[in-house]
C-alpha cells in the first residue's frame, strides 16, 4: 500500500523559494493512476489547494498562488515536488502531499484525494 | 472560484448524538464532492466522495448526501473518537475548493 511522507526545510526566509518533496513508498509512483497533489493549511486555518500533475507534466496550479508555484515527477526518485517563490509569511503553512486517486462511480470517474501525507509545517520567517 | 460555504462552522454535541453538516457550493458541482474529517494535529481523512459513496474502511455511522449545490454529511451515534473538523470539497473545477470547515466538539 502506497504510503506518502513530505520532506523539506521547516523554516525558509522571506523572499527565498521552498522546495519540498513527496517521497512515495510502498510501490512505484508509476504504478497508480494519479494526479500527484499539494495541498497547504496555514496554522488554525482550511485548506487551500496548490496544484497538481499527471501523467509527469500536465499540471494544474491554484491562480491564488499568482505563477509562484511549480509541481514536477521524478519517477527515477520515486517523488514528486513543490517549488514555492517569493515566499511571505503568508505562505506559512503545514503542507500536504496527496494523490488524487481515480474511482469509477456508475461509468463517471470520481478524482478525489484519497491518500495523504503527515504533513510538515514551513514556517517563513527571517 | 467555487465558493464552498459549510455550516456550521462549529457544533457541540453529546455522546449518541445525530450530527448533521452542510455544504454549499457556488455553483453546481454536479456530485463531484468529497467529505475529510481532520482530528487535531492530524492530515484530513477521506470519508466520502461521488457525494455519497463511502470510502473503504469508513464506519457506516457517516453518510452523505445531496447533489448540484447542497450537500449534507450525517454522523450518527456521535462518539468521543469523532472529535474532529470535517471539510467538503469540490473536485468538479479547477481550482479545487475545500469548504472552511465544520469543528464538532463533544
Known amino acids: 500500500q502506497l504510503q506518502l511522507q513530505e520532506s523539506g526545510p521547516g523554516l525558509v526566509k522571506p523572499s527565498e523559494t521552498l522546495s519540498l518533496t513527496c517521497i512515495v513508498s510502498?510501490?512505484?509512483?508509476?504504478?497508480?493512476?494519479?494526479?500527484w497533489s499539494w495541498i497547504r493549511q496555514p496554522p488554525g486555518k482550511g485548506l487551500e489547494w496548490i496544484g497538481s500533475?499527471?501523467?509527469?507534466?500536465?499540471?494544474n496550479y491554484n491562480p491564488s498562488l499568482n505563477n509562484r508555484v511549480s509541481i514536477s515527477v521524478d519517477t527515477s526518485k520515486n517523488h514528486f515536488s513543490l517549488i514555492l517563490t517569493s515566499l511571505t509569511a503568508a505562505d506559512t503553512a503545514v503542507y500536504y502531499c496527496a494523490s488524487r486517486g481515480v474511482v469509477v462511480v456508475t461509468t463517471v470517474s470520481h478524482w478525489y484525494f484519497d491518500l495523504w501525507g503527515r504533513g510538515t509545517l514551513v514556517t517563513v520567517s527571517s | 472560484d467555487i465558493q464552498m460555504t459549510q455550516s456550521p462552522s462549529s457544533l457541540s454535541a453529546s455522546v449518541g448524538d445525530r450530527v448533521t453538516i452542510t455544504c454549499r457550493a457556488s455553483?453546481?458541482?454536479?456530485?463531484?464532492l468529497a467529505w475529510f474529517q481532520q482530528k487535531p494535529g492530524k492530515a484530513p481523512k477521506p470519508l466520502i466522495y461521488a457525494a455519497s459513496s463511502l470510502q473503504s474502511g469508513v464506519p457506516s455511522k457517516f453518510s452523505a448526501s445531496g447533489s448540484g449545490t447542497d450537500f449534507t454529511l450525517t454522523i450518527t451515534s456521535l462518539q468521543p473518537e469523532d472529535l474532529a473538523t470535517y471539510y467538503c470539497q469540490q473536485y468538479n473545477y479547477f481550482p479545487l475548493t475545500f469548504g472552511g470547515g465544520t469543528k464538532v466538539e463533544i
Open positions: 510502498g510501490g512505484s509512483i508509476s504504478s497508480r493512476d494519479s494526479q
Open positions: 455553483q453546481a458541482v454536479s456530485n463531484y
Open positions: 500533475i499527471y501523467n509527469g507534466a500536465t499540471t
